[in-house]
């Protein structure tokens, strides 16, 4: 099995950037679909956005087009989330997920422990 772990997360104000890393161990990333999900306080879990094992992007939610970028490191076998223009409503903790290659949700089956994220007015 795969073992995620994110990083990244920080307290930032409104318009700033984060970048945040998904880096796996014990197996390669580099054939799988990795996503990103958030859960803010008192809500439910959403996708953010995914990579496909051929590198292609699927949002899940349309407050991310435009704003997050994902990317992958081959090399470090890492994930990244691209954060810009970041808003208030951003706020959550942010997991990075992977299983399969085509961005399905079903084919999830690997989780990271998450990482803070906190934008401040």
């Known amino acids: 099995q795969v073992q995620l772990a994110e990083s990244g997360g920080q307290l930032v104000h409104p318009g700033g950037s984060l970048r945040l890393s998904c880096a796996a161990s014990?197996?390669?990333?580099?054939?799988?679909?990795v996503g990103w999900f958030r859960q803010a306080s008192g809500k439910v879990r959403e996708g953010v956005l995914c990579?496909?094992?051929?590198?292609?992007?699927?949002y899940y939610v349309d407050s991310a087009r435009g704003r997050f970028t994902i990317s992958r490191d081959k090399e470090k076998n890492t994930v990244y989330l691209q954060m810009n223009s970041l808003k208030p409503e951003d706020t959550a903790v942010y997991y990075c997920?992977?299983?399969?290659?085509?961005?399905?949700?079903?084919?999830?089956?690997?989780w990271g422990q998450g990482t803070q994220v906190t934008v401040s007015s």
């Open positions: 014990g197996s390669n990333l580099d054939d799988r679909a």
């Open positions: 997920r992977s299983g399969g290659k085509r961005c399905i949700l079903a084919d999830f089956d690997s």
């Open positions: 990579i496909t094992s051929n590198d292609g992007i699927t």
